[in-house]
């Protein structure tokens, strides 16, 4: 699927251009079909790609074909005995048994996966590395057309992005937010540079650093908020970030955590320590876009931060499964 312009992120230091997306149709002997997507965000961004999902998915179907869909625990289970790790191939077989699980029940699936919070998700915007000037154009692009919520990616040299963060903020709305994702791009050094250099701004950063060690040793030097996202993969890593205080909020991508049965672990585990959720796919159609919302509704206020999607405002369709 062709983006419609370029992509930079991680201070420019990746481009992207064009996703490669899997659709999944599991159907049942009572007529019901359920429907998955699995798009990685290219090929660089994180350990998943396109074909993977595939070879993926063709390893793990003969393993799961006759059991009962809406027992996901159980078709996980019979993912991991056949095929360890690569959850990024077992997310649209998980959550097309969910929407199936839905339909059976006649349930949308924000309902069926512990209840539909009543009040609308914010969606964020997501500002592609560039200057100052460039990123606020975009913002305000985003701004006419009702968006509160922005994610502005940095990452690049430390004096640029120090420009970057107080010119955005010097330029942001009262009732705005902004979040500055680094997606990793950060040293320690660097990490410890900006957000000290920017001290006396109220602002967020994501995933600051590689690895959880890195953030860390981050959150130990600095006071500002860090929401970890990229590695944030299993259940025991949302252990690991509760336990030793790494972030204060996590972003949930569905594909990349394995689905929505392993998201839901995560996200009971982060309102028990009252860490605020984001939910995201790593990219796709609406299809993604919709797993994303019924999710994200399930997530009480005020730990629900976000979606990514392309509009302002969702609500969850009321009709069983994912809806139309």
């Known amino acids: 699927m062709p983006l419609s312009k370029p992509y930079w992120l991680s201070g420019g230091r990746l481009k992207f251009e064009v996703l490669d997306s899997t659709f999944v149709r599991v159907d049942t002997d009572e007529d019901l079909s359920g429907w998955g997507e699995g798009c990685p965000w290219g090929n660089t961004y994180l350990p998943a790609h396109g074909p993977g999902i595939r070879a993926g998915i063709e390893t793990m179907a003969p393993a799961i074909l006759g059991m009962d869909p809406r027992r996901t625990n159980h078709i996980n289970q019979a993912m991991d005995l056949t095929l360890p790790g690569h959850l990024y191939a077992k997310a649209p077989l998980d959550i097309a048994c969910w929407d199936i699980a839905g339909q059976a029940a006649g349930l949308p699936i924000a309902d069926l996966m512990g209840g539909c919070y009543p009040t609308p998700t914010l969606v964020a915007s997501s500002i592609s590395t560039g200057t100052p000037q460039e990123m606020l154009a975009e913002i305000e692009g985003y ?68 690895t959880l060690e890195d953030c860390l040793a981050v959150r130990r030097l600095t006071s500002h908020a860090i929401a970890i996202d990229e590695r944030l993969d299993t259940l025991a890593d949302m252990t690991r970030i509760v336990s030793e205080g790494i972030g204060e909020l ?65 609500t969850v369709d009321p009709a069983p499964g994912r809806g139309a």
Not at 260 to 267: F, G, K, N, S
């Open 250 to 314: 996590i972003n949930i991508k569905i594909n990349r955590v394995g689905g929505l049965t392993r998201a839901a672990r995560i996200r009971d585990l982060a309102l028990a320590h009252d860490i605020g959720i984001s939910v995201m796919p790593t990219g796709g159609t609406v299809l993604a876009d919709t797993d994303a919302i019924h999710f994200a509704q399930t997530i009480p206020d005020p730990y629900r931060l976000r979606v990514w999607s392309c509009q302002d405002m969702i």
């Open 143 to 210: 701004r006419e057309r009702g968006y509160r919520v922005h994610s502005a990616k940095v990452g690049a040299d430390t004096v640029e992005d120090i420009e970057r963060v107080r010119f955005l903020e010097a330029h942001r709305n009262q009732d705005e937010v902004i979040f500055y994702d680094v997606n990793r791009a950060w040293t320690r050094a660097e990490a410890v540079t900006v957000m000290n250099a920017v001290v006396d701004l109220p602002v967020t950063f994501e995933q600051p650093c590689e």
